[in-house]
Nanobody, 125 residues
Framework: QVQLVESGGGSAQAGGSLRLSCAAS?????????MGWFRQAPGKEREGVAL????????YYINSVKGRFTVSRDNAKNTLYLQMNSLKPEDTAMYYC?????????????????WGQGILVTVSS
């Protein structure tokens, strides 16, 4: 199982930017994964934000963040990123880094196998 640790985040004003990082370890040699970011706001259910395939350029975003958020990764450093621009108060949530089982195709509905502990993002108006 992959181990994931989030960092970055914090607070920002509406219209500002933040970048989240996720350090990963425990990958199976030569395997590829779907990795992504999920978030859960107080009183709301968890939702997928962005996914990326580690073996190519495929990325996927929830509609509400398209054009504002960018998911990327550095395979050599085993690190996943989420660049968040034009932040809105509704982006306030606990953000989680996740990795699916190796070779499983990216899907927001997939039950991801590995999860980070979460990191809080707060956006004020």
């Amino acid at each position: 199982q992959v181990q994931l640790v989030e960092s970055g985040g914090g607070s920002a004003q509406a219209g500002g930017s933040l970048r989240l990082s996720c350090a990963a370890s425990g990958f199976t040699t030569h395997s590829r994964y779907c990795m992504g970011w999920f978030r859960q706001a107080p009183g709301k259910e968890r939702e997928g934000v962005a996914l990326i395939w580690t073996g190519g350029d495929n990325t996927y975003y929830i509609n509400s963040v398209k054009g504002r958020f960018t998911v990327s990764r550095d395979n050599a450093k085993n690190t996943l990123y989420l660049q968040m621009n034009s932040l809105k108060p509704e982006d306030t949530a606990m953000y989680y880094c996740a990795a699916d089982r190796p070779w499983r195709l990216c899907s927001f509905s997939s039950q991801f196998e590995s999860w980070g502990q979460g990191i809080l993002v707060t956006v004020s108006s």
